[in-house]
Structures are given as C-alpha cells and as structure tokens.
C-alpha cells in the first residue's frame, strides 16, 4: 500500500475515533439514495398500471407514448440512482477493506511484541518460583513491593491478550459485515442488469407507437394547432375571470378582508406542501414551452401541470377556497376556479363537476371526476396555479412525491 494511501486511511480513522467508527455506515448519502431509489419505484409502479389500462385496446396512442416517455425517465433515473449507489457502495468497501487490512497489521504488530516479552521472559526467568521470590525479601516491606510487581505483571500479561482477543473478534464481526455488504453490492449490481434490459424494452415499444403515429403526423399537427387556440381561448377566460375578481377586492380594498389574507397566507406558506388533486397518477405534462413527444420541431404551451391519473379518479381541492367559476370547453371538457385569496388554482378535463360558484371549499374536497379521452386513450387532469394573473409552476408548489 502506497504512503498516500496509508495516510487517506490513518486520518479517515483518527477523525472516526480510531477504527470504531470506520464501518458506521451507511450514510446519510446512502440513505438519500435508498429515499429516492423508493420514490421512483414507487413512480414506475403507477405508470405500469396506467400502461396495463391503456394498452388492453391494443392501440398506438399519444396518451400511451406520453406515460412510456414518463416512465422511460424514470426508469433511466432509477439506473443513475442504483448506479450511484454501487460507486458510493464500492468506495466504502474499498475503505472498509483498506482499514481491516490495518487493523490486522496492528493485531500482528500487537502479536509479535507479546511473542517478543513471552521469549525474553522465559531466557530471563529464574529458577525459583515467584512465591520464592516474595518470600526471599529482606523484610515484609519489600516482600509487600514484590508481591504488587507481580500482581502489575499478571494483570498487564491479560489485558495485552484481552486487547489482542477484542481486535481479533472486532475484525471477524466487521469481515462479516463486509461480506453482506459485497452481497448487498452483487443484488445491486443485478438491479442495475433488470433496470437496463427493461430501459431497452420501454425504448422498442416507444419506436414502435411513434413508427405507427409517424403515418398520422399531419392529423397531429392540425390537433396541435387546434389545442394551442383553445389554449389561448381558455387562458383569456380565466385571465377575465381572475381580474374581475381582483377589481372585486379592490372594492374591498379600504376594509380588506380578514378571511382573503387568512387564505392568501395560508396558501403561500404551504408552497412545495399543497396536496395533489388525485390520489395517484404521474407528471406527463410539464409547466412552460414544451418540445412535442413526437413531432419534431413543434412546441407546446401548458400553463400548468398535466398529470396522468386512473380512469375515474376524483379531483380533489388543493387548499381551502371559494369557487370562482366554473367554464366549459369542448378541448379542455369542464373547468373549475378555485380563489385562494390573491391565489387561484384551475382544474381542467373534468369530466364531471360535484360543486357549484360560490360553493366553500376545503382541502381534500371533491370537486369533479377526470375525465377520459378515448381517441387519445388518456385520462388526464390538468392543474394551474395562479397568483393574481400570473401563472405560476405547479409542480414547485404541490408535494413531490
């Protein structure tokens, strides 16, 4: 082993007190890891289950091609995870290694000095025992000194060979540990294998659905067109409705109202906390200017967060308020506005709506079903967030899961 080597390890265990804390893994990188790793699991596992419900009608859709992109990313993210987990894996067996390797050079060293004072001893050693050696001193004084030499000499003899004893079983319990460590790396390194092969199976099925969209690429591009307009359309009503209620408590505005601030403030503090708006499903729709999943070249315009959900799924409040307003429109089905206070939330593509304007909301209140596009095979409910007229990022302001 190299000096510089000998050096790394010598300060990693005198900073974790001498050994014992060397192998007081894993870390809090670790565990972070292991954190993330579940959450993704946890992702893949809602996106097979909406990838079973739409690929029962054997068809080639976008909403299919949206949910296999999604779970290809997180598929793609749990490998770098598992693969990060091996390289910080393999570093602290390298480590663990390295300070066994020392410890039994200290052992050795401990050893061979024992070996040494049992030799030099035994050439040094009288030939009357050592109850003739107390007993032949000149006086009860000197015979008491002799008496507590030996005792001091016994005692050292055991705990130089207590001391060796600990440092053998200490090194035999943290080989074991190593050993499951080294297993534990061999399961992860198979995970790894599974996450790549099913990588490739995601990515066969996604170039046969876009293969087979290929054939319907200007039809696609007319339905872009045709969604970006009513975009436009449905973000002026809302704009309209939310500066009509702003110019409502500008009214308001020399007796502010105590129970808007209340809501304003309560929704602010919870940015990053707000529940979603159903019980399970995944992201396939992301906040801004987003590149078509097939269509090259072509952008898209979300004002919020598309998230795909199981057929059925109950759209719930994601805070307290009062129903603004509620639209329809034939691209987008039913929508519904929630006032916070100076926020709004805007829930769309319900397919049904369970309350009315003016309706007192809480958190967790059912608000609408989701609704399901057939032709395009997806149910997917859509989330904005507004502050006053500006739009603000969904998915910065509800839970990650």
């Not at 943290?174 to 199976?201: C, G, N, P």
């Amino acid at each position: 082993m190299d000096t510089r080597k000998w050096i790394k390890i010598l300060t990693f265990c005198i900073l974790c007190g001498v050994f014992g804390l060397v192998f007081a893994f894993p870390t809090d990188d670790t565990q972070r890891l292991r954190s993330e790793k579940e959450k993704l699991q946890q992702e893949i596992a809602q996106t097979n289950q909406l990838l079973q419900e739409v690929a029962a009608k054997k068809e080639n859709t976008m909403g299919e091609l949206r949910i296999l992109q999604s779970q290809l990313s997180s598929r793609q993210e749990l490998l770098n995870t598992i693969k990060k987990e091996i390289t910080d894996l393999q570093s602290i067996i390298s480590l663990k290694e390295d300070s066994l390797d020392l410890m039994r050079k200290d052992v050795k060293l401990l050893l061979d000095n024992y070996a040494q004072s049992v030799r030099y001893a035994y050439k040094t050693r009288k030939s009357y025992s050592n109850l003739s050696f107390v007993l032949s001193a000149a006086n009860f004084n000197q015979a008491y000194k002799r008496l507590k030499y030996l005792q001091y000499i016994n005692r050292q003899h055991k705990a130089r060979v207590a001391a060796i004893e600990d440092k053998q079983a200490f090194i035999q319990q943290k080989v074991a540990e190593l050993s499951e460590e080294k297993a534990a790396q061999e399961v992860l390194y198979a995970d790894a294998d599974k996450e790549t092969d099913k990588i490739r199976t995601n990515k066969s099925r996604q170039d046969a659905i876009m293969s087979k969209l290929k054939k319907e690429e200007k039809t696609l591009k007319k339905e872009v067109a045709e969604k970006e307009t009513a975009i436009r359309k449905l973000d002026a009503e809302i704009a309209n409705i939310i500066n009509a209620e702003m110019g409502k408590d500008a009214n308001l505005a020399a007796a502010p109202s105590v129970a808007l601030e209340k809501l304003s403030s309560s929704f602010s503090k919870n940015k990053g906390k707000l529940p979603w708006p159903v019980e399970s499903g995944i992201v396939t729709g992301t906040f801004g200017k987003n590149k078509h999943p097939f269509l090259k070249n072509i952008f898209t315009t979300n004002n919020g967060v598309n998230i795909a959900t199981a057929k059925g799924a109950q759209v719930k409040a994601i805070a307290d308020g009062t129903v603004s307003s509620i639209l329809f429109n034939p691209t987008f089905q039913s929508a519904v506005i929630v006032k916070h206070g100076e926020y709004f939330s805007v829930y769309t593509n319900l397919s049904k709506v369970y309350v009315a304007r003016g309706d007192e909301v809480k958190i967790g209140n059912i608000i609408g079903e989701v609704y399901t596009d057939e032709a395009e095979n997806k149910t997917e409910v859509h989330l904005e967030i507004w502050k006053g007229t500006k739009k603000l990022d969904p998915s910065t302001w509800i839970a990650r899961r």
